[in-house]
């Protein structure tokens, strides 16, 4: 779902260019360095709040500052399991009135991640409940929503029980039937309102079921070839994952078949994309949760407003994010990868398609060469304006790009 943003503070990640020049002048397959894991103590620290109303998305939350959110505990770390708390405030009572707003939580983070970069979330609980609508997502900087591209990577609201994949762009970028993917297409247009939407069809992605199984983690790869985004219940883990630490480096090749394929020959990322920020939200209501017909067909009764009104409690007792951690990546070391009589790879600016870090023979390994497939013949003529002059950046010959 649409969620426009206003334009924020933000910083490019320190040495991102230097890590990505390998990759602008050949075909490679990528091995991910770690950039930065979110956890722990520090985990708020290197996010700003919002600090208003939801302006975007209309919903019936005030967004607090930090040190509201600290004072009121909407954001904290459990003593108990290290983990980031998001959640909505369910202790203040609210009297019913022409307009109520609930306090609620949305950060973004000081960084922004380029192609090249994948960002890895671990997560325990998931805000769910009558009138909730939480979301994980990436939005593009310097640019008016949607000019620099949004990618939502757990989305859901009220009572569903699975996640929704989507991407928002300007006019021109599609979801390409032809992906290999596991997940089910509901929009193929990324310029609409809704954007270009894939279902997850794995269970528990989202709702009590999510909770009751531990949770899960969810990853999303920028890429030029495309767009991947995966999701694993917490008893499936692949082991490049669950053996992983913050200083590991990360190869997809055991990740298998994406929920999520938007390839490059349907929608050109380096045209689309600007650097992103991640973005983590509860909002309530708003413009998809409290729509009257859609709320009522998402295991809700009554109106949405009802459920603002009042303590909060029960009603928002399952409304938090659980987080052990967020982890990011960019592209670094290269390997070859061989399709048929031809070695190449699904990108030529920086990294590898799903799982294509293998040769492997396992059916993840054969849909990640066939989107390769797919891919390939749009990517060799793929590099944007915007790479070459990253490429003059470094050579001295502009500041910033």
């Not at 600007?274 to 708003?286: A, E, F, K, V, Y």
Request: with cysteine; aromatic share 10%.
């Amino acid at each position: 779902m649409a969620k426009t943003a206003s334009v924020s503070t933000f910083r490019f990640l320190p040495f991102t260019l230097l890590l990505l020049l390998p990759g602008l002048f050949r075909l490679s397959a990528a091995i991910y360095t770690p950039i930065r894991e979110y956890s722990g103590n520090e985990f708020f620290s290197e996010w700003d709040y919002y600090g208003d109303i939801d302006n975007t998305t209309w919903g019936n939350v005030d967004y607090v500052d930090q040190s509201t959110g600290a004072s009121q505990r909407l954001t904290y770390i459990d003593p108990n399991t290290n983990h980031a708390i998001i959640r909505v405030d369910n202790t203040t009572n609210i009297t019913a009135a022409a307009t109520v707003n609930r306090n609620s939580v949305k950060i973004t983070t000081k960084d922004a991640y380029p192609i090249g970069s994948l960002v890895i979330i671990d997560t325990w609980h998931i805000p769910y409940g009558c009138s909730v609508w939480p979301s994980f997502w990436m939005l593009g900087t310097n640019l008016l929503w949607p000019n620099s591209g949004e990618i939502d990577i757990i989305e859901a609201i009220n009572n569903l029980d699975s996640n929704q994949y989507a991407l928002h762009t300007t006019s021109g970028c599609f979801l390409g039937t032809n992906s290999i993917q596991s997940g089910s297409i509901l929009q193929t247009n990324c310029s609409t309102g809704a954007g270009c939407v894939v279902q997850e069809k794995k269970p528990n992605s989202f709702g009590s079921g999510f909770a009751q199984a531990g949770g899960g983690v969810f990853a999303t790869q920028l890429d030029v070839s495309g767009i991947y985004m995966w999701f694993w219940p917490r008893g499936s883990l692949p082991a490049s994952i669950s053996q992983a630490n913050s200083s590991s480096t990360m190869n997809l090749a055991d990740w298998g078949t994406p929920t999520a394929a938007y390839l490059s020959n349907a929608c050109n990322i380096t045209q689309y994309f600007q650097p992103q920020q991640l973005i983590i939200d509860i909002t309530l209501c708003g413009v998809w949760a409290g729509v009257p017909s859609i709320y009522n067909s998402t295991g809700c009764s009554g109106q949405c407003i009802d459920n603002v009104i009042g303590t909060g409690n029960p009603i928002y007792n399952n409304a938090y994010w659980d987080i052990a951690y967020i982890r990011t990546y960019l592209a670094t070391a290269t390997t070859t990868v061989t399709t048929g009589n031809t070695s190449v790879s699904p990108a030529s600016l920086t990294s590898a398609s799903p799982a294509s870090a293998s040769t492997s023979s396992s059916s993840g390994a054969n849909d990640a060469n066939a989107n390769t497939a797919t891919a390939a013949s749009t990517l060799v003529h793929s590099l944007s304006w915007s790479s070459w002059l990253c490429v003059l950046v470094l050579l001295g010959v502009l500041r910033f790009c």
